[in-house]
């Protein structure tokens, strides 16, 4: 089985301590495995007909809300984080469940912050959903695909590309809507699961993805155990479970993953990869 990228680039960088390559060349060749990744990502998002990933991005979500200004609305985009944190501050009681619930369900602020984010612009952060489909397709572990708190469906639209039935599932219906559009508009198919109404499916998924995810969950340890009843024996489970205090997202709620490691060995799973070298993202495989 062939190096993840994250492994990949740790051996290069170790080369570059052992002084086997240059600073340069150890930039060079990070530089070049990265950029193959946003190429994965780019094809898998990019609307037909267009060149560059952020103006098709925000071109798509002009389309979607009737928007006419790009420029106003890119502004908009990049002001999210702080517009999503003072939203919560104001309308959000922590420790109220429903009211966490209403935040995230009726809300159109994530649809600019991750369309954004997506664009690849601030960060390379997404493109850790190109590291999960690279190990599902290395670890050749099935086509059923569902990403938990699927936000604006980017993920669905990467694995659909790449030929896994998905699912989405999310609490937001104002995101959820958004992903059928957006996967309807390419001519591909999904399903939709509202967490407010309905329960994933029991024994359906080889591969589940949840994506800086945990840190938002009011009871994180339960929502281990919804994944476990919905993933296959010997699925995996690839995410980021970690987080840190941060001003800019007080929606960043839970902080203490210990519990949450403890409810999967309790399930039976068993940690078979880490990222030690790019995002921290962790995968567990269920017991056969």
Avoid: N
Avoid at 211 to 216: A, K, L, N, P, Q
Avoid at 260 to 276: I, N, P, Q, Y
């Amino acid at each position: 089985m062939d190096e993840l990228l994250p492994d990949r680039l740790k051996e290069l960088w170790g080369r570059v301590e052992r002084k086997q390559l240059t600073v340069a060349a150890g930039d060079y060749q990070q530089g070049r495995l990265l950029d193959e990744y946003r190429v994965t990502w780019t094809e898998a998002l990019i609307l037909e007909g267009q060149q560059d990933l952020r103006r098709s991005l925000l071109s798509e979500l002009a389309a979607y809300l009737g928007c006419d200004d790009l420029t106003a609305l890119e502004s908009r985009c990049k002001d999210a984080t702080r517009t999503l944190s003072g939203d919560w501050r104001r309308m959000v009681d922590p420790v109220d469940t429903r009211s966490i619930e209403r935040f995230y369900d009726q809300g159109q602020g994530y649809l600019f912050e991750l369309m954004w984010w997506h664009t690849l612009v601030p960060e390379d952060g997404p493109l850790a959903y190109v590291l999960a489909l690279d190990f599902a397709r290395q670890r050749q572990s099935g086509r059923r695909y569902l990403d938990f708190g699927a936000g604006i469906g980017a993920g669905g639209l990467l694995f659909a590309r790449h030929g896994f039935h998905v699912s989405h599932a999310d609490i937001s219906s104002t995101l959820l809507r958004f992903s059928r559009w957006r996967m309807e508009r390419r001519g591909l198919s999904a399903e939709f699961i509202d967490l407010k109404d309905a329960s994933l499916p029991p024994d359906t998924f080889d591969m589940i993805t949840a994506m800086d995810v945990f840190e938002h969950l009011t009871d994180p340890v339960k929502a281990v155990d919804h994944l476990a009843i919905a993933l296959k024996r010997g699925g995996f489970l690839f995410g980021r479970f970690a987080a840190e205090p941060d001003e800019d997202r007080p929606q960043h709620i839970v902080f203490d993953f210990g519990p949450v490691h403890d409810r999967l060995a309790s399930w039976g799973f068993t940690k078979v990869w880490r990222d030690e070298w790019l995002w921290g993202h962790q995968a567990f495989q269920k017991a056969l």
